[in-house]
């Protein structure tokens, strides 16, 4: 099972992103996924989530700002993310979940300049 994470970058102020999650060895149709970001000096968080159903939930920090989505067909979820702060600069990653299985990508870096 592998989760591979892409599309981060360096980008200014008020630009866009958009981050794929794409997972080999699973159905991905069948998990659960979020996207979690981790800052220097800072606790992991959890910016977006989309169930098997496409219900979606963010972080009150990204409301009205990043998207998640999810293309079965592909195995892919992303994360589209615009009008990017300073503050979103992190390492990005990927999880998926179903039942007990509980699997991780290795990490994006997005940096926003200000």
């Known amino acids: 099972v592998q989760l591979q994470a892409s599309g981060g970058g360096l980008v200014q102020a008020g630009g866009s992103l958009r981050l794929s999650c794409a997972a080999s060895g699973i159905i991905f149709s069948f998990h659960a996924v979020a996207w979690y970001r981790q800052a220097p000096g800072k606790q992991r968080e959890r910016v977006a989530s989309?169930?098997?159903?496409?219900?979606?939930n963010y972080a009150d920090s990204v409301k009205g700002r990043f998207t998640i989505s999810r293309d079965n067909a592909k195995n892919t979820v992303y994360l589209q993310m615009n009008s990017l702060k300073p503050d979103d600069t992190a390492v990005y990653y990927c999880?998926?979940?179903?039942?007990?299985?509980?699997?991780w990508g290795q990490g994006t870096q997005v940096t926003v300049s200000s």
């Open positions: 989309i169930s098997t159903h496409a219900s979606t």
């Open positions: 999880n998926s979940l179903y039942g007990t299985s509980d699997y």
